[in-house]
């Protein structure tokens, strides 16, 4: 078995799950992690052992031992500029969503992998989200037939809206509606996004953070068939970044429905209250066992890295979602659906 070595920027929530799942699997040799706050630094270290822990990622980069980078960092400013930098030091490279925050710039780096022929994927956790896998299975296997219409609604706390408007004026449509729209033209491909309306409300969050609250956004495709995603992030706290979820999947031949809204485990105690807990996006260890979708998605990494493999998610396809959010955006602020020119996406986008 091939094993690899792994660099993670950035150990904060995201970073410190990518870092535990790293440090226990198999494919991983030598773990190295950067953060920037010491004390998350020390504690990631505490419980991950990495070979290195240091306070500059560029140390990171520099390390001709490492292979293989995830960034995991925020702002999403640094996005662009850290893959950049790891991918033209010949790694391969996992980043968290958003690719970046210009298209230009997520062409760059597309340009880049391809030219060193290096691995480039982007983090859309919610496709290892088992119950996202079967609708996915169910359209491949003609299960419900061709896809014609579909409805995401997704929901989170305004705990994350507020960690989220604070640091970055990115969108519910760019942080939140991302992940959905990644999945659905995912069941939907090859069929290409043609036209994007979108409505946004602004009465909890504008006040303080000047972010909307939430984004309504209606997709058609170039065979004409539609898909709706409501994003917000006002929910009043249920649990440590709950996070809630439905979708209907309507096709010629049947539809599926799923909750994923996570009612089905519930905590009741004198001084919290009701919560509901293993309800967050990207989820999180109980004891022995992880529930939810990232460390699969942070294993599935390392594995195509090992074996050279293309991971589930292409670099390209996750363009075409910042093409469909940045038209949102512009749907939003103009009040008028907005019209795209959608490149041909290559093939392995549509996996
Ligand atoms: N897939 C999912 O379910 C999901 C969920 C949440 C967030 N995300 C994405 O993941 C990214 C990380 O989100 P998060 O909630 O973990 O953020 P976070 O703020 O909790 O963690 C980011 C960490 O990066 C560190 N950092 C900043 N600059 C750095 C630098 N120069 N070098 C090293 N470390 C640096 C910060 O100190 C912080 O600890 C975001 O961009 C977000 O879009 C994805």
Redesign the pocket.
């Known amino acids: 078995m091939r094993q690899i070595n792994v660099g993670i920027?950035?150990?904060?929530?995201?970073?410190?799950i990518r870092a535990e799942a790293c440090s226990t699997s198999p494919w991983v040799k030598e773990l190295h992690i950067?953060?920037?706050?010491p004390e998350?630094l020390k504690e990631v270290a505490a419980k991950t052992k990495p070979v290195t822990a240091t306070?500059?990622?560029r140390e990171l980069i520099a390390n001709k031992n490492i292979e293989a980078i995830m960034i995991?960092?925020?702002?999403?400013t640094?996005?662009y500029p850290?893959a950049k930098e790891a991918l033209q030091a010949g790694k391969q490279v996992f980043l968290?969503?958003?690719i970046a925050l210009e298209l230009s710039e997520a062409d760059d780096l597309i340009d880049i992998a391809r030219q060193k022929s290096l691995i480039f994927t982007i983090?859309?956790?919610?496709r290892f989200n088992p119950k996202f896998a079967y609708v996915k299975r169910s359209i491949d296997e003609g299960t419900i037939g061709e896809p014609c219409s579909a409805l995401v609604s997704r929901h989170i706390t305004r705990n994350l809206g507020k960690?989220?408007g604070g640091?970055i004026k990115l969108s519910p449509a760019a942080?939140e509606a991302t992940?959905d729209i990644d999945f659905v033209l995912w069941c939907f491909a090859p069929r290409k996004p043609i036209r994007v309306y979108c409505q946004e409300v602004h009465k909890i969050m504008k006040g303080e953070y000047n972010v909307p609250d939430c984004a309504w956004i209606v997709v058609t495709l170039d065979d004409g068939s539609a898909f709706t995603i409501g994003a917000g992030w006002v929910l009043p706290p249920g649990y440590p970044n709950f996070s809630s979820t439905w979708i209907e999947m309507v096709g010629t031949e049947g539809a599926i429905m799923v909750d994923d809204t996570h009612r089905d485990v519930a905590l009741n105690t004198l001084k919290s209250g009701i919560q509901f807990p293993i309800s967050t996006?990207?989820g999180e260890k109980v004891q022995h066992v992880y529930a939810g979708?990232?460390e699969a998605?942070t294993l599935h990494f390392l594995e195509c890295v090992a074996l050279g493999k293309q991971p589930l998610v292409t670099a390209e396809h996750a363009r075409m979602v910042m093409q469909v959010y940045q038209a949102a955006d512009l749907s939003a602020e103009q009040g008028r659906p907005v019209e795209l020119v959608t490149e041909q996406v290559p093939a392995g986008a549509a996996r």
Do not use: F, N, V
Request: net charge neutral; hydrophobic share 25%; aromatic share 8%.
């Open positions: 920027i950035g150990t904060g929530w995201c970073g410190g950067a953060e920037i706050k998350r306070l500059d990622y995991s960092a925020t702002p999403e640094t996005h850290m968290e969503k958003p983090g859309y956790s919610q960690k989220i640091r942080m992940h996006m990207p979708p990232m998605e």
